[in-house]
């Protein structure tokens, strides 16, 4: 019988996907180094590599973003339902394929220090080519889309008269992601070259893994 990852010793599954995440935002921060120098993307960058693939326990965020969709479902409308949206099903598609490599880890006695021919190996295992592309794109859209949302006026301004009063209602760390994460999308005012490079690199990365 197979076990699942709720079967095994939780700090065993805790030390392997922090060990994942921590490989994954390495390679990544490696990737986009050289759009991170650029002025007009430093601050996005930074959000990207240190509050999105950081190699952090970010249950807290994943479980209020979907809290405030369900709240809020009925008031938001168009771009941000969509893009509210988009981040909620890449928030849960990221997890569902590292907990899939951290089955395989534990299968395949792989230790918890990673490297390139370890990352291959347990990437290429799970033989799910198409779900990778479609994380791809997925990641792609869900910036252009959030970038959308972070230009509209309105959104900036409710952000700031809610940021406060969010910390008493207990969504603080919530809130607070929320805002850093639309002041760096705010600051660039063209994403095309920002998810342009996303989609072209990661596109690449996942041919060259899965050797095609």
């Not at 809290?67 to 988009?86: D, P, Q, T, Y």
């Not at 792609?140 to 900036?156: N, T, Y």
Request: no cysteine.
């Amino acid at each position: 019988m197979i076990m699942s990852l709720a079967d095994k010793p939780d700090d065993q599954v805790s030390r392997l996907k922090q060990s994942l995440q921590k490989y994954q935002a390495e390679r990544i921060r490696e990737t986009y180094a050289d759009i991170e120098e650029m002025p007009q993307y430093k601050k996005l960058a930074h959000f990207f590599f240190d509050e999105i693939y950081g190699p952090r326990d970010f249950g807290f965020r994943d479980e209020s973003i979907k809290s405030l969709h369900h709240k809020l479902s009925g008031f938001l409308k168009g771009e941000m339902i969509n893009a509210v949206g988009k981040v909620i099903e890449l928030n849960e598609l990221s997890d569902e394929v590292d907990n899939r490599m951290v089955d395989k880890m534990i299968e395949l006695k792989i230790q918890p220090e990673l490297n390139d021919e370890k990352y291959k190996k347990i990437y290429q295992s799970l033989d799910n080519y198409d779900q990778r592309v479609h994380q791809v794109n997925l990641l792609a859209d869900s910036v252009k889309a959030v970038h959308h949302v972070s230009q509209m006026r309105l959104i900036g301004l409710s952000l700031k008269i809610v940021h406060r009063a969010a910390h008493f209602a207990g969504f603080g760390k919530i809130m607070d992601f929320l805002y850093d994460g639309y002041e760096a999308f705010h600051a660039v005012k063209d994403i095309d070259f920002f998810a342009g490079k996303i989609l072209e690199r990661e596109l690449k990365i996942n041919n060259r893994l899965f050797d095609k």
